[in-house]
C-alpha cells in the first residue's frame, strides 16, 4: 500500500484530512508518527509559502511523499486578519477559546453584514520525486456573535455559513467536509494525487 505523510500535528486538520481522503488506497501517516522532527517554523507570509516549506521539509526528513494544507481564517473588516497567524491570533500558545475571544472582541459591535469572511486552505503536495503541486480553496461566510456548536475545531464555533444558518460546528463532519475550503483544495488535488499513490 501507498504512503502519505500528512504535515501538521494538528489533530483536528488530520481528521479531516483523513475523511477526506478515504477513497485513496493509502497507509497515512502524519508528523505524530515523526517525533523527533525538528518543529517547521511557519514564517512565510502567505498560506502557499507555508504549505510549500512544510511539505517540502516533510518530504526530505520522511522520504515519502508528503501533504501539507496550510489555512485560515480572513475577516474584511480586519482587512484579512488573522490569516496566516490564525492559528497563534491570540499568542504563541493560543488554544482554540482564546483565538475566538480575541476574534469576538475585535469584532464587538459590528452588524452581521459587516462580519464577512473567508476560510482559505492551500494544499501542497511533495510527489514521489520531490516535486510539489499545489492548489487553493476557499469557503465564505460570516462570523457569528458567539460560538455555536461542538464539532470541528479551531475557530469553526463562529463561522456561519450562510446557506445553513449554522456554524462549521453545528453542522457536523459530512457537510463541512463536502463545501468547506479543504474539501475545495483538496478535490482540486485529486487528480495529481490519483496518479502519484
Ligand atoms: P496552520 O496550521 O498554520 O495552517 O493553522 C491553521 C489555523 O487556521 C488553525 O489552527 C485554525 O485556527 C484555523 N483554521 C484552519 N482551517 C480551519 C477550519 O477548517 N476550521 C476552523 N479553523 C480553521
Do not use: W
Not at 485513496?24 to 512565510?44: A, C, N, Q, R, T
Not at 462580519?115 to 501542497?124: D, M, N
Amino acid at each position: 500500500m501507498k504512503k502519505l505523510v500528512v504535515a501538521t500535528r494538528n489533530r483536528g486538520k488530520l481528521i479531516e484530512i483523513a475523511e477526506l481522503l478515504h477513497e485513496h488506497d493509502i497507509k497515512l501517516f502524519s508528523l505524530l508518527d515523526f517525533p523527533k522532527m525538528p518543529e517547521i517554523v511557519e514564517d512565510g507570509d502567505t498560506f502557499e509559502a507555508n504549505a510549500i516549506k512544510k511539505a517540502r521539509e516533510t518530504f526530505e526528513y520522511t522520504g515519502l511523499p508528503s501533504l501539507a494544507d496550510d489555512s485560515g481564517l480572513e475577516v474584511d473588516a480586519l482587512n484579512g486578519a488573522p490569516g496566516v497567524h490564525s492559528s497563534r491570533y491570540a499568542g504563541e500558545t493560543a488554544t482554540d477559546e482564546q483565538n475566538i475571544d480575541k476574534l469576538l472582541a475585535a469584532l464587538i459591535d459590528l452588524p452581521l453584514e459587516e462580519r464577512t469572511a473567508r476560510f482559505r486552505c492551500v494544499i501542497a503536495f511533495a510527489d514521489s520525486s520531490g516535486q510539489v503541486h499545489v492548489t487553493q480553496g476557499t469557503c465564505e461566510g460570516v462570523i457569528g456573535f458567539e460560538p455555536r456548536g461542538s464539532g470541528g475545531f479551531g475557530y469553526d464555533p463562529v463561522f456561519i455559513v450562510r446557506e445553513y444558518g449554522k456554524t462549521f460546528a453545528e453542522l457536523g463532519s459530512d457537510i463541512k467536509n463536502r463545501i468547506s475550503h479543504r474539501a475545495v483544495a483538496l478535490e482540486k488535488m485529486r487528480d495529481v494525487l490519483h496518479k502519484h499513490i
